[in-house]
């Protein structure tokens, strides 16, 4: 049987009393507000007591933050990084146990879990490296002995809201990068997974404690009135990093965008796998089932609509529904399990709602499609046969309900996937290089990645994440987008003995 409360205590949480909800350097409890009771989506088991941080606790944050933020930003990048280096040698020591506690409390199977955890660490030496490679550009300047160059500063306080599928990944994407870039942060976690963010920042503070540096890496575990609004109203956060729906999206974007401020959102997906007649069929299954399955659905790069080509629809539909029949579904925390529960209840209910829909609007369940009766949220891994343009298939439900589609041809694939309102993953299965080179064209897929032979979800952090349309265009993790979280500045230097004027304009008061 599994120690939870040893677990928790390892990670510096009290499986019986209320746990700190706001971390500014130090750990408070003494919230107004009554505690969040964490439930194990595993077995509804209470798992610990949170303390629900109040605007208060919000102004901690940041307060800690804009303090940090006065030496911060003076330190050397690579002395930054040095801090980061250290939290990913930590996040190592806790890889067990905090992967743990990411399957106990969001629901992932083991090695999701722990793969959490590994894509924290890999995001960590990433921003290590990044430390001593933020460059400027040169440019060469039409004025003689003038030189133009292009440098990278800090912006500040940076607001990262993060959603509870991927608990604490997530805010290691943003944090890792705006630590090294000087900024601080500000940490709005799901209030549905606030041990595994408590747990982190227990990691973080034993590296800010000995370094120094406390107020850098701050966190609220409050809800969108104590924390979500004061942080996306707030002009001390010029830029708000946030994961989640589409519609919280919608809510949040227009404000930032009121005061001006900055904001990188990366929100609903619908992704879709086109496989082609000429694909490697064993790729393909592997593939869809991994990301159809895989996180009980519930990840936004989840695979949620499938194009067959009509030369192998038939045979692949029918050896998918076998694989689907072979999926062990239950207990996250037992080694062997492929598919764990869903979030909570309301999650369930979702599921529910939207397998009446689909039976309504005349899609055909070819398997799954039923809530398991157990203690916990589970539900069946379910494959819908549908018409194209079916309306169903064009929203984002968190559940692990794949649409599958016959198509003609790649020109047909392609229109259908592009045509719902996400734009955020997708993939072809095929071994023709022009097939391909169609799909990652600009008349290819028009969502924000494409894959060749591998699938939608498990994006390595190397590359930009994040999507178009109402995916919110942002992006996040690897490549560039460190720039995202500085500000630009252009600087024309002048060493001669002369003010001539761009553009050949002539002024003189000689
Ligand atoms: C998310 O679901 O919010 O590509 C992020 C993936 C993961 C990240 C998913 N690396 O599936």
Known sequence: MHDIPALLRRLGIDPVGVNPGCYDGEFHTDSSLPPIVVHSPR????????SHATKEDYERCVSAGLVAF??????????????????????????EDLGALVTFEA????????????????????????SRQLYGLVIQSERPRHRMIEQWHPIGTVGVISAF???????????????????????????????????????????????GWRGVFNCAIGDRHTVGEPMVADHRVPLVSATGSTSMGRQIGPRIAARLGRSLLELGGNNAVIV???????????????????????????????????????????????????????????PGTMCGPLIDRGAVETFRRTIDAIRHAGGDVLCGGRVIDRPG????????????????????????????????????AIHHQNDVPQGLSSAIFTNSVRASEQFLSAVGSDCGIANVNIGTSGAEIGGAFGGEKETGGGREAGSDVWKTYMRRQTNTINWGTDLPLAQGVKFSID
């Open 107 to 130: 629901g992932k199977v083991v090695t999701e879990g722990l793969g959490e955890v590994q894509e924290m660490i890999d995001m960590a030496d990433f921003a290590v490296g990044l």
């Open 276 to 334: 082609m007649d000429d694909a490697d069929l064993r790729l393909a299954l592997t593939a869809v089932a991994f990301g159809a399955v895989g996180t009980a659905g519930q990840r936004c790069t989840t695979t949620r609509r499938l194009f067959l080509q009509k030369g192998i629809a038939a045979d692949f539909t029918r050896r998918l529904v076998a694989a689907y029949g072979k999926i062990p579904v239950g207990d996250p925390a037992e």
């Open 43 to 50: 077995d509804g088991a209470v798992l610990a007591r949170v």
């Open 70 to 95: 006065e030496r911060w930003k003076m330190c050397p990048a690579p002395q930054r990084g040095e801090v980061v280096r250290q939290i990913g040698d930590e996040l190592r020591k806790a890889k």
């Open 377 to 412: 949220n589970y539900v069946e891994p379910t494959i819908v046969k549908a018409p194209l343009g079916f309306a169903c298939s064009k929203e984002e439900v968190f559940a692990p309900i794949l649409y599958v589609f016959d198509v003609a041809s790649l020109d047909e």
């Open 165 to 211: 599928n991927f608990p604490v990944a997530v805010w290691s994407w943003n944090a890792f990068l705006a630590g090294i870039c000087g900024d601080v942060v500000v940490w709005k976690p799901s209030e549905r997974t606030p041990l595994t963010a408590l747990a982190v920042c227990r990691i973080v503070d034993r590296v800010l404690e000995r370094t």
